[in-house]
């Protein structure tokens, strides 16, 4: 996945407080030298972690390829160091930076050495992480070199993928198992699958959930929990299967409930201002609802925005369908199995799940035409 990042000069007066590049008085640094590169201009971006928005976005000058990143210690912080020409092209790796660690650098800048912390010199120690990160590596060289057209090779990938993956996971959590007091577990603990990842969770000792990687491991829990209970609710939705039922408020503050439209075909779609495919397809949707509105009940379900936004973006996109709100809950998302934006479920006059449509593609408005 290529990291969108926006431009130096796009940083903010509050970002630029936060960061301090090369300046002796600064809380901690990351330091180094990439053998890769000379006299180059690096781009660094920083994110509070649990954020996929970065505080801070600025440039450094390296020199013979050594450099210096200062900023201040409020929290722990993921930094991206990139070449500014060319940094759209790259799929950096991510310097963990906990308040009080100054990391050390080496290496080429495509895949650097991460020393000078509990964290980096545990992993420096970890055989089982080196020989994993090889292994990924010749991974994602292999795949670089099959077609997007080539599916019987793309599905291979995959499967060779899922396995690496599981193997992972399981020579992770055996070493949080042993090492349920070191930091390290807790790092390797962000990276695992769900299932894995809340087993090796719950492991932690209180010293590591209390650390400063407590926060965001708190927040992966969360998040791991949630998708443990979307994989489970997944075979209740299914073609034939019920749609459950729910309740929420409409945008005259009235409570509507799946019931309430039994008797016609109903198209609920989970979607967002935030979210760029469900926004690109709302015209599509509008033609669609102007075509079928006597036959199918358009049901709009906001998720992730503020409501504010919801009924302004209701009101400037003129969405004439049935919107109701469901703000930053995930109940919802759970019961429906929802793991991407925008999702549509088609629903019969009896109320049984006819069809799942994740993403927006022509798939659903073929189905659609069909139907009526």
Not at 204 to 215: D, N, R, Y
Not at 270 to 286: A, H, Q, S, T
Request: with cysteine; net charge negative; aromatic share 12%.
């Amino acid at each position: 996945m290529k990291l969108i990042l926006r431009p130096a000069a796009a940083a903010t007066a509050a970002m630029a407080g936060l960061l301090a590049l090369s300046s002796c008085n600064s809380d901690r640094h990351i330091t180094g030298t990439f053998s890769d590169i000379g006299n180059d201009t690096l781009t660094v971006h920083i994110f509070q972690t649990g954020s996929n928005r970065p505080v801070a976005v600025d440039t450094v000058v390296a020199e013979n390829g050594k450099f210096a990143v200062d900023f201040k210690d409020t929290a722990m912080f993921m930094v991206y160091i990139l070449p500014l020409k060319d940094y759209q092209s790259m799929m950096p790796e991510p310097i963990y930076v906990l308040p009080g660690e100054k990391v050390k650098v080496s290496g080429s800048i495509s895949d650097p050495e991460l020393s000078g912390t509990t964290i980096y010199d545990g992993l420096a120690k970890f055989e089982g992480f080196k020989t994993l990160k090889q292994e990924f590596k010749d991974l994602y060289g292999k795949a670089a070199g099959i077609a997007e057209n080539d599916i019987v090779g793309q599905q291979a990938l995959s499967g060779e993928y899922d396995l690496l993956t599981a193997k992972r996971d399981s020579i992770y959590a055996e070493y949080v198992k042993n090492n349920p007091d070191d930091l390290t577990s807790g790092y390797l603990t962000l990276f695992m699958n769900p299932e894995k990842g809340l087993e090796s969770y719950n492991l932690l000792s209180s010293t590591v959930k209390e650390s400063a990687l407590g926060k965001h491991l708190d927040e992966l829990a969360s998040y791991f929990e949630t998708a443990i209970e979307k994989e489970k609710n997944k075979v209740n939705i299914q073609p034939g299967k019920p749609a459950p039922e729910f309740s929420l408020k409409d945008i005259d503050g009235n409570e509507r409930t799946l019931a309430s439209f039994r008797g016609k075909y109903v198209l609920l779609d989970f979607w967002g201002k935030w979210c760029y495919w469900c926004m690109k397809g709302m015209p599509d949707m509008k033609k669609y609802y102007g075509k079928y509105s006597s036959r199918i009940e358009f049901v709009g379900i906001n998720c992730r925005d503020s409501e504010e936004t919801w009924r302004e973006t209701v009101e400037s996109e003129g969405l004439d369908w049935t919107n109701l709100y469901n703000g930053s809950s995930d109940e919802i998302l759970k019961t429906y199995a929802v793991d991407g934006f925008p999702t549509k479920v088609l629903i019969d006059k009896d109320g049984n799940i006819v069809q799942v449509f994740v993403g927006e593609s022509q798939e659903l408005y073929d189905k659609l035409d069909e139907l009526f």
